[in-house]
Antibody, heavy 122, light 107 residues
Framework: EMQLVESGGGLVQPGRSLRLSCVAS????????MHWVRQTPGKGLEWVAG????????DYADSVKGRFTISRDNAKNALYLQMNSLRHEDTALYYC???????????????WGHGTTVTVFS | SSELTQDPAVSVALGQTATITCQGD??????ATWYQQKPGQAPVLLIY???TRPSGIPDRFSGSTSTNTASLTITGAQAEDEAVYYC??????????FGGGTKLTVL
C-alpha cells in the first residue's frame, strides 16, 4: 500500500522556523515528483511547493517563495519542507502529495498523507 | 487571469447526474485535475489529464473541458459522493492553482 506520513508540525511564534518531513512507503519514491499542499478552513487547498524526482526542478507558490525550501532525500524516501520567517497566514494543515509522474508539471495527488498541523501564534 | 472559479454548492437527487464546473482562462491551455474531499480526510484524486481515472475510482466520475470551463460529471450520484470537490490546474508560470471547492449535497 502506498503511504505518506508527515511529521514536524506544531505551535510556533511568528518569525521562527519549522521543518516538516514526509516519509514515503509502498512505492518507488525516487520515481516521482512530490509536492506540499496546505489547507485552511477559510481558503481551501493551496499548493505550496513542488520538487521533481531528482531535485533538478523546484517551484514555490509566490506566498512562500524566499521563505520556504523544499528538498528530498531519495535514499531515505523522505520529503522535507523547511519553513523560515513564519507568518500567521502560514497556519494550516500541511499535506505532502505524490505526483503522478517524475516531472514537476504533471498532475499531483494520487497519494496524500494525513497532514501535519502548523499553527503560527503570537 | 490565473484563477479557477467554482460554484460554492451544488445539489443532486440520489441516482441523478451532477455536474460541477470550474472556470478559468488557464483551462484553455492546461487540463483540469479533480479531487474529492470528505470531512476530516485528505483529498482523493478523481480525474487528471484527458479524463483519466486512477485505479479504484468508479467510472461514474468523468471529466471534460470546453473552452475555459472544465466539468466533473457524476453519473448516478450515490450518497457516499457527498463531499467537497476541488479542481486544479497549472497556471501560466507553471505553478499549481486550486479552485475554491464545491460542496456537493446528495438529496
Amino acid at each position: 500500500e502506498m503511504q505518506l506520513v508527515e511529521s514536524g508540525g506544531g505551535l510556533v511564534q511568528p518569525g521562527r522556523s519549522l521543518r516538516l518531513s514526509c516519509v514515503a512507503s509502498g512505492f518507488t519514491f525516487e520515481g516521482y515528483a512530490m509536492h506540499w499542499v496546505r489547507q485552511t478552513p477559510g481558503k481551501g487547498l493551496e499548493w505550496v511547493a513542488g520538487i521533481s524526482w531528482n531535485s533538478g526542478d523546484l517551484d514555490y507558490a509566490d506566498s512562500v517563495k524566499g521563505r520556504f525550501t523544499i528538498s528530498r532525500d531519495n535514499a531515505k524516501n523522505a520529503l522535507y519542507l523547511q519553513m523560515n520567517s513564519l507568518r500567521h497566514e502560514d497556519t494550516a494543515l500541511y499535506y505532502c502529495a505524490k505526483a503522478v509522474g517524475i516531472a514537476l508539471g504533471g498532475a499531483l495527488g494520487d497519494v496524500w498523507g494525513h497532514g501535519t498541523t502548523v499553527t503560527v501564534f503570537s | 487571469s490565473s484563477e479557477l472559479t467554482q460554484d460554492p454548492a451544488v445539489s443532486v437527487a440520489l441516482g441523478q447526474t451532477a455536474t460541477i464546473t470550474c472556470q478559468g482562462d488557464i483551462l484553455r491551455t492546461y487540463f483540469a485535475t479533480w479531487y474529492q474531499q470528505k470531512p476530516g480526510q485528505a483529498p482523493v484524486l478523481l480525474i487528471y489529464g484527458t479524463n483519466t481515472r486512477p485505479s479504484g475510482i468508479p467510472d461514474r466520475f468523468s471529466g471534460s473541458t470546453s473552452t475555459n470551463t472544465a466539468s466533473l460529471t457524476i453519473t448516478g450520484a450515490q450518497a457516499e459522493d457527498e463531499a467537497v470537490y476541488y479542481c486544479s490546474s497549472r497556471d501560466f508560470s507553471a505553478k499549481f492553482l486550486f479552485g475554491g471547492g464545491t460542496k456537493l449535497t446528495v438529496l
